[in-house]
């Protein structure tokens, strides 16, 4: 993923000399070798190069930020506290994208402006935080940098659907197996990866991240189709 900044002007980055992930790359194409991303890791136990400070609570100052609000304003809704619960209780990736298709089903509409709305944002976010764990940040600092993720891609995601179109983007997905629609979501995948960096986050979990969002995208897509359609027959 070409690197370019998606901090915002609240937060600072503590660097570790020489573990970069761009000084890896660098390393890895001087010696001739390419790093391989197809396994999953522990993150648990993998040292990040670098360590996210937030400018507020680095300076002892109060307020939230946009990120933090939006999370308040989402844990008292129904569907936030559905989504926390669930959560919760972890599972891993195929618990929390049954549990994200299921909600977004039933506000899934054929519009580009809704399918990477506010609320499936902060949605993916949550289920994400439970899937990839970054050490030695507490969990609302990581439910932040899961946000500040979703949003990178989400951002992407409206950019390309407004170029593009959304029936032209995602052409012929509605008629896929689930098999067929799992390989457009990973070649599209790499197209978003190599298009934008996220904050804090490695290759793998990167990955992790990019496919979950353009899953559960992609499926509030096809079930808004689906609505569309029933809804004309009804109406003829």
């Not at 935080?129 to 500040?148: C, G, M, R």
């Not at 457009?184 to 804090?200: C, R, S």
């Not at 496919?211 to 992609?218: A, H, P, R, T």
């Amino acid at each position: 993923a070409q690197p370019h900044s998606t901090m915002s002007s609240s937060s600072c980055v503590v660097s570790c000399p020489g573990a970069t992930r761009l000084a890896q790359r660098a390393s890895s194409a001087a010696s001739g070798t390419r790093a391989c991303a197809t396994a999953r890791v522990s993150f648990r136990h993998r040292r990040l190069p670098l360590v996210l400070v937030p400018t507020r609570a680095f300076l002892g100052l109060g307020g939230k930020s946009k990120e933090e609000k939006a999370l308040e304003e989402f844990a008292s809704t129904n569907l936030g506290k559905r989504a926390i619960e669930h959560a919760a209780k972890g599972g891993g990736v195929a618990s929390m994208l049954e549990f994200g298709k299921k909600e977004l089903e039933a506000v899934a509409v054929a519009s580009d402006g809704a399918l990477v709305d506010a609320k499936t944002r902060i949605l993916c976010a949550t289920l994400i935080n439970k899937i990839v764990d970054i050490p030695l940040i507490n969990e609302s600092t990581e439910q932040l940098i899961a946000i500040k993720a979703v949003n990178v891609i989400a951002d992407y995601l409206e950019k390309e659907l407004e170029k593009a179109g959304i029936n032209e983007f995602f052409q012929g997905v509605s008629t896929m197996s689930e098999k067929n629609v799992d390989k457009w979501v990973a070649n599209a995948g790499k197209k978003v990866n190599d298009a934008v960096d996220l904050p804090m986050l490695d290759e793998d979990q990167e990955t992790i991240v990019i496919e979950m969002v353009l899953k559960l995208i992609v499926h509030k897509f096809i079930k808004g189709n689906e609505k569309k359609k029933k809804k004309g027959l009804l109406g003829r």
